[in-house]
């Protein structure tokens, strides 16, 4: 028989009576009959929990929703006043248009899927709410577990916007549509202005966490 006719042998198949989670230099590791898990390479496999947005969010809900909600839910119904989406430049006309197109709907939606009416307004002088629609933000993030109230507080201080965050959390918008609506007045800048290697840095970093938040959401739904 030929070398090339033979049939490639199939990996061998182990299987393991004990499977562990155990602390290595500062990490986690996965010890299989005691015997620390590796790469395909031979590296010991490590992860660090700091680096791992999901885990990092699970443990906040935990940690300090599940202790304190109050807090939490207080947090989100103040951003009422302060809703990024209700505050609009008065100019240029082209940012005018924009902010519109893109935060018009979500102001819609909120109104008709929240109850909650926020007064749009321009310049950034806090929007003064009815206590019924603070009320009415308070009670809807209340309903919520504590892994969903940690998504929605947590989308709500990244993006600016409660309204965003319930959008987000609702699946009226994904973390692309989520991010580009928080950022719009960035993204707008860059257009006009050209790139900044600063902004985009941190445009990257707000994108990237709104992909995490998207995923702990889809986590929490499967």
């Known amino acids: 028989m030929s070398e090339a006719s033979k049939t490639p042998a199939e990996p061998a198949r182990r ?15 996965v010890a299989l009959d005691g ?14 929990p700091a680096a791992m947005a999901i885990t990092q969010l699970a443990f906040a809900a935990i940690d300090w929703t599940g202790r304190d909600r109050t807090s939490r839910i207080n947090y989100i119904a103040s951003y009422g006043e302060t809703d990024l989406c209700c505050h609009r430049a008065g100019s240029p006309e082209g940012l005018v248009a924009r902010q519109a197109a ?32 603070l009320a009415a933000i308070s009670e809807r993030a209340a309903l919520l577990d504590d892994f969903h109230l940690t998504a929605l507080s947590q989308a709500t201080g990244l993006s600016g916007s409660m309204l965003i965050a319930f959008a ?9 549509r989520a991010f580009e609506a928080a950022a719009l007045d960035d993204l707008w800048s ?33």
């Open 15 to 29: 299987f393991y009576k004990q499977a562990v989670a155990q602390a290595l230099d500062g990490a986690f590791t």
């Open 35 to 48: 015997r620390t898990l590796k790469t395909p390479a031979g590296a010991p496999f490590r992860v660090l």
């Open 102 to 133: 893109t935060w018009d709907p979500l102001v819609a939606w909120g109104r008709r899927e929240l109850g909650v009416v926020l007064p749009v307004v321009t310049g950034i002088v806090a929007a003064r709410a009815a206590s019924e629609t």
């Open 168 to 176: 987000l959390l609702y699946g009226e918008v994904d973390a692309q």
């Open 190 to 222: 860059l257009e006009r202005w050209g790139e900044d290697a600063e902004a985009r840095t941190r445009l990257m970093r707000m994108r990237a966490e709104f992909d995490a938040l998207a995923a702990f959401i889809a986590c929490l739904s499967a």
